[in-house]
């Protein structure tokens, strides 16, 4: 019973030491959602609960009500940062997410505050979004993400919060993106206001061929991409591509980075020096599209970012295509 007691008591005191630092965020009709003051000024919340990018105002734990700039936001990562004036001097303290382990005991905090609490159902390496953010680490969490909660911390039993929770990176998941991609990401939208990746503007899916360990056969070139001009036409194979850096961080990190790619074509094997281009949909100030105003486009053999209009079945509801990864 002394034991129960004191496991009581220490996750009390461990929401009253997080508790001043989390922040009510106004920015979408209806339900608010929770934002952490990570660093004097400076909130960061869920970017997919930031519906509007001006008059967004800030509930502090004292009852004040504070205006808030969007200093940036990345949906690959689904982080939002606010800039705010005179928020406090209470923050965030950090916790290291490299030592969490599966079974952890862990809270979830949301503004109130309220509170959920579980344990950390799995862990993963690095690994990417599916708008191409990279996350420094997989933490699937085995708890109930109440509504309003996005954007608030995750809390070990010490109390210090190991990284942000979100519930828009993947359907029927609950995942919490570590503080280590936290602090990088919020450090490049303060920087620039966006979160620069490259892209080669291939569509590349693996086949099998005679003495290649890893081939790939090119599904899709983009228009205008960077691989436009050296005619990667569908059915294309690349055989080898070498980069500067590592390619997964070459590719999906800087756009300035340079690659070589060689191919298979009619059985010749040219090789393609490229520069990664800052992808097209990335660009900062892009407002969210509307789901009921999308505009209906052509498929194209060369552009594989469209929206492709409905088609109305005969019998049944009318269902809506999904918005394209770079939405």
């Not at 129960?4 to 920015?27: C, F, K, Q, W």
């Not at 003495?211 to 228009?223: D, F, G, K, R, Y």
Request: net charge positive; aromatic share 2%.
């Amino acid at each position: 019973m002394d034991t129960l007691l004191s496991l009581s008591n220490d996750l009390a005191g461990a929401v009253e030491r997080t508790a001043p630092a989390i922040v009510t965020v106004h920015a979408r009709r209806r339900l608010p959602s929770t934002g952490i003051h990570w660093r004097p000024g400076v909130i960061v919340t869920a970017d997919h609960t930031v519906r509007a990018e001006e008059d967004i105002t800030v509930t502090t734990p004292d009852g004040r009500a504070l205006p808030a700039v969007l200093a940036g936001r990345d949906p690959g990562t689904d982080l939002a940062v606010l800039t705010v004036k005179d928020a406090g001097s209470a923050t965030a303290a950090l916790g290291d997410d490299a030592a969490l382990k599966v079974g952890h005991l862990v809270l979830a905090l949301g503004y109130g505050p309220r509170v959920s609490w579980g344990v950390i159902g799995a862990l993963g390496p690095r690994w990417r979004s599916w708008r191409g953010g990279e996350i420094d680490q997989l933490v699937r969490l085995d708890l109930t993400l109440y509504p309003g909660f996005s954007g608030g911390p995750l809390v070990d039993a010490g109390g210090r919060v190991v990284g942000l929770n979100t519930s828009g990176l993947a359907r029927d998941a609950r995942l919490t993106v570590p503080a280590t991609t936290v602090t990088r990401v919020t450090d490049e939208l303060l920087r620039t206001g966006h979160v620069s990746r490259g892209y080669l503007g291939l569509g590349m899916q693996p086949v099998p061929l005679p003495a290649q360990p890893s081939p790939s056969v090119n599904m899709q070139a983009q228009l205008s991409a960077p691989t436009d001009s050296c005619r990667c036409r569908k059915g294309t194979r690349r055989t080898r591509m070498r980069a500067r850096r590592p390619a997964r961080e070459a590719v999906h990190r800087r756009p300035a980075a340079s690659a070589r790619i060689r191919i298979r074509r009619s059985g010749m094997h040219p090789a393609f020096p490229r520069s990664m281009r800052r992808s097209p949909c990335r660009a900062p100030g892009a407002g969210r599209p509307n789901r009921r105003q999308a505009p209906r486009a052509t498929p194209s053999r060369r552009n594989s970012c469209v929206r492709t209009a409905p088609r109305r079945a005969s019998h049944g509801p009318r269902r809506h295509p999904p918005l394209c990864p770079c939405a």
